[in-house]
């Protein structure tokens, strides 16, 4: 039953309810971590892409990306794209079904939260000041660092033997907690096509109490600043022989 496809699927859905379910908390009424601000939602990313990457093992994808963007990457990296396309449409439908337990999870906060686009910010991102070029530049810078330092960590060039594979995981935690924290201030640092479009897809199809449009004008910024980032450090990785 184990299956490359089946873990890219099953460790994005527990990254998107992890992930998305610290920002309801934040953001929903009468939730707990209520206004408990930035550090906990980026501390708690953190910890779902950590937990996410051990799911994804689990069931069968030890590349465990989680990520069409870090998937591009390896491929403009290595040339070969045969797991793109299969990756890509794991992840999506992965983050989609993430963003439906999201709203099952907190299936009675939806009606008492009255600020529709906070509902809206719980499935996928905005940015703080809506100026498309510089959105787009700083998913593209967020994602490029994403990708050097996840290559950086498993090359032998850094390390004679690449990372020990059991502290992978964390350092990868580590590097999306710091780039959260650090870049995430502008756009809600996406850096993840299925980390947006799948629950953006989930909001637009769910009956949400409530609910405004899904900004589908703006839903373009975390697709491709993420497939220019990615692929710019795929290059990068290349021409250094990581």
Not at 152 to 157: D, E, G, H, T, V
Not at 175 to 192: F, Q, R
Request: aromatic share 10%.
């Amino acid at each position: 039953m184990r299956s490359p496809m089946l873990g890219e699927f099953m460790g994005t859905l527990m990254m998107i309810l992890l992930g998305d379910g610290v920002v309801a908390g934040v953001l929903l009424k009468r939730s707990k971590a209520e206004n408990s601000g930035w550090m906990v939602i980026t501390t708690a990313w953190g910890f779902a892409v950590l937990c996410g990457i051990f799911t994804a093992i689990l069931f069968g994808s030890n590349d465990a990306h989680l990520n069409p963007a870090i998937t591009l990457a390896f491929a403009v990296e290595t040339n070969n794209y045969s797991k793109l396309l299969p990756y890509a449409v794991a992840q999506i439908a992965g983050g989609f079904c993430g963003g439906v337990l999201v709203w099952l999870f907190y299936l009675p906060h939806w009606k008492i939260t009255e600020d529709a686009e906070a509902k809206r910010g719980v499935f996928c991102t905005a940015p703080a000041i809506r100026n498309y070029p510089a959105n787009l530049i700083s998913e593209i810078i967020a994602t490029f660092v994403l990708v050097i330092v996840a290559g950086s960590m498993s090359s032998k060039l850094v390390l004679s033997s690449g990372a020990a594979a059991g502290l992978s995981p964390y350092l990868i935690s580590c590097l999306v907690w710091g780039i959260g924290l650090s870049l995430g201030g502008t756009t809600g640092y996406a850096i993840n096509p299925a980390r947006d479009f799948g629950p953006r897809l989930a909001h637009a199809a769910l009956p949400i109490a409530g609910k405004t449009h899904s900004d589908w004008a703006y839903s373009w910024v975390p697709i491709i600043g993420p497939v220019l980032g990615a692929s710019a450090a795929g290059i990068v990785l290349h021409l250094i022989g990581a």
